[in-house]
């Protein structure tokens, strides 16, 4: 069987994999959602879900540095890994040796792809239809609501990174999904040059947005860095957010939507 990644790669799979290692903690959440989670051999210290399951599952390393010997020996039928939170030359050795399908998500609809698409390597389609259109059917109610709420159209800076500051920019995930939430991200319309700009403390007192987000990864923003940011920005409103249900594609999407309807006070709990 021939796949293609997204990155333009075409993989010859010998068998529907039966040995698969992740390498991108949303990934393999969403393998075991799709029902494939009893052929994960392998995943890296930072897949820490689904919570219960996933501890059993053998580590080859992190996102950054993976242990090539210990993957080959696992003897995968396939490596799922990320153009941008895995290392490139680590995945170009390893593809000397072993299949490695390569996911690249800029936009929502990227993800949906990455569904199907894995759904069709692991012979899960109806599973991975069945998640995609409870995506589709949440997104389409919060929506509607998100538009005809106050949060509508705010401005608002997304921090990753404290020392240097840096914000969420152009052509990242993370952005798709403040668009999704109908937000005008500053990351984009003010430091335009950058996927994740780096600002001088100076820029950012000259800005006014209205919501400024903390994420709690990668840099792991607390409610102990309000007042800081509070003195940046006397007239935003300011929150820690989870991080995870604004960086991680795949089927957490899901549940990300139930986050965002309580963070922007819907009474999106009933769909």
């Not at 003897?75 to 799922?80: N, Y």
């Not at 335009?192 to 403390?201: C, L, Q, T």
């Amino acid at each position: 069987m021939i796949v293609s990644d997204q990155i333009g790669n075409k993989i010859e799979l010998k068998r529907k994999p039966k040995r698969i290692v992740s390498l991108v903690p949303s990934l393999t959440e969403t393998i075991f959602d799709l029902g494939m989670g009893e052929y994960l051999v392998g995943a890296t210290r930072f897949c820490v879900e689904p919570k219960g399951l996933v501890e059993k599952v053998p580590k080859v390393g992190g996102t950054k540095k993976i242990n090539i010997e210990f993957i080959l020996d696992l003897q995968p039928d396939i490596v799922i890994a990320n153009k941008e939170e895995n290392d490139k030359e680590q995945v170009e050795n390893l593809q000397k040796f072993v299949p490695v399908w390569v996911s690249n998500v800029i936009a929502i609809e990227d993800s949906f792809d990455l569904i199907q698409k894995l759904g069709e390597i692991f012979g899960k389609f109806e599973t991975a239809k069945d998640i995609l259109e409870k995506i589709k059917t949440k997104i389409e109610v919060f929506s509607k609501q998100i538009r005809d709420s106050a949060y509508f159209s705010k401005k608002v800076l997304y921090f990753i990174w404290k020392k240097p500051y840096m914000v969420v920019g152009k052509d990242t995930f993370i952005n798709s999904m403040l668009n999704l939430c109908s937000l005008n991200n500053l990351g984009t319309t003010i430091f335009s040059n950058s996927r994740y700009p780096v600002v001088a403390k100076d820029e950012l007192t000259q800005l006014t947005p209205d919501l400024v987000y903390l994420s709690t990864e990668p840099y792991p923003f607390s409610e102990k860095h309000l007042t800081e940011f509070k003195e940046l920005f006397p007239n935003s409103e300011i929150r820690v957010v989870r991080g995870d249900y604004f960086s991680w594609y795949g089927s957490r999407i899901l549940k990300a939507i139930d986050y965002f309807g309580e963070l922007f006070e819907l009474d999106f709990h009933r769909y």
